[in-house]
C-alpha cells in the first residue's frame, strides 16, 4: 500500500459546480497536510496547509482534514474555468521528515 | 526574489550523452529538492539538499544521476550516460524547512531519443 493514494482522474465539471477532491494516508504520525496545484507546464504552487483535524477556508477553497480516518479533501465551490488545473496533495509527519505526495488529480472546469 | 530558476526549460538529447541540469533557489532557503515528474509515477523524490549537504539521495535511480550543491545558490542535477526512459519533468525545490512551504522552479521538460 502507497503510503498516500490520490485518485488521478481525470475529472470534468461545469462551470460553478462544487469538486471535492480527495486522497488517503496510511500513517497515522503525519501531522502537515497540503493541497498543492500545479498548472499545465508550470511548478506546482502552494493552495492549502492545514495541520491539524478540522477544516481551513480560503476563498472558494476548504481544506478538510479527518486523522480518524486518515482522509484529508480540497472543497472548490463556484469552480471557474481558470481551476483548471492538476490538484496534488503532500503530507508529511513533521519531525525533519520529508514531503510525501499523491499522484494528483487533473481537474478540468468547463465553461 | 525570482523564486526558483532552472535550467535549460527544455532539453533533446540522443541517448547515451550527458545531461546537466541546473538550479538557483530562493536565498534564504535551506533546503533543496530535485524531483522527477511523469504520468505514471507522479512527482518523485530524487534527492534533497539542507546547507548544501546531501540528505536524502534514496530517490536517485541509479548510479547514472548524480547530484551536487556547491554552494547555496546553486545546485545541479547529471545524468550519464542518458537513456529513454529518463525522460520526464525535472524540478528544483526550495523550502525554508522541511515542513514549510515548497517553491518549485518552472521544471526541464527533459526527452531522450
Known amino acids: 500500500q502507497k503510503e498516500v493514494e490520490q485518485d488521478p482522474g481525470p475529472l470534468s465539471v461545469p462551470e460553478g459546480a462544487i469538486v471535492s477532491l480527495n486522497c488517503t494516508y496510511s500513517?497515522?504520525?503525519?501531522?502537515?497536510f497540503m493541497w498543492y496545484r500545479q498548472y499545465s507546464r508550470k511548478g506546482p504552487e502552494l493552495l492549502m496547509y492545514t495541520y491539524s483535524s478540522g477544516n481551513k477556508e480560503d476563498g472558494r477553497f476548504t481544506a478538510q482534514v479527518d486523522k480518524s480516518s486518515k482522509y484529508i479533501s480540497l472543497f472548490i465551490r463556484d469552480s471557474q474555468p481558470s481551476d483548471s488545473a492538476t490538484y496534488l496533495c503532500?503530507?508529511?509527519?513533521?519531525?525533519?521528515?520529508?514531503?510525501?505526495w499523491g499522484l494528483g488529480t487533473s481537474l478540468a472546469v468547463n465553461p | 526574489d525570482a523564486g526558483v530558476i532552472q535550467s535549460p526549460r527544455h532539453e533533446v538529447t540522443e541517448m547515451g550523452q550527458e545531461v546537466t541540469l541546473r538550479c538557483k533557489p530562493i536565498?534564504?532557503?535551506?533546503?533543496l529538492f530535485w524531483y522527477r515528474q511523469t504520468m505514471m509515477r507522479g512527482l518523485e523524490l530524487l534527492i534533497y539538499f539542507n546547507n548544501n549537504v546531501p540528505i536524502d539521495d534514496s530517490g536517485m535511480p541509479e548510479d547514472r544521476f548524480s547530484a551536487k550543491m556547491p554552494n547555496a545558490s546553486f545546485s545541479t542535477l547529471k545524468i550519464q550516460p542518458s537513456e529513454p526512459r529518463d525522460s520526464a519533468v525535472y524540478f528544483c525545490a526550495s523550502t525554508r524547512a522541511l515542513n514549510t512551504e515548497a517553491f518549485f522552479g518552472q521544471g526541464t521538460r527533459l526527452t531522450v531519443v
Open positions: 500513517n497515522s504520525a503525519f501531522q502537515y
Open positions: 536565498s534564504g532557503h535551506d533546503y
Open positions: 503532500a503530507i508529511n509527519a513533521g519531525n525533519n521528515r520529508k514531503l510525501i
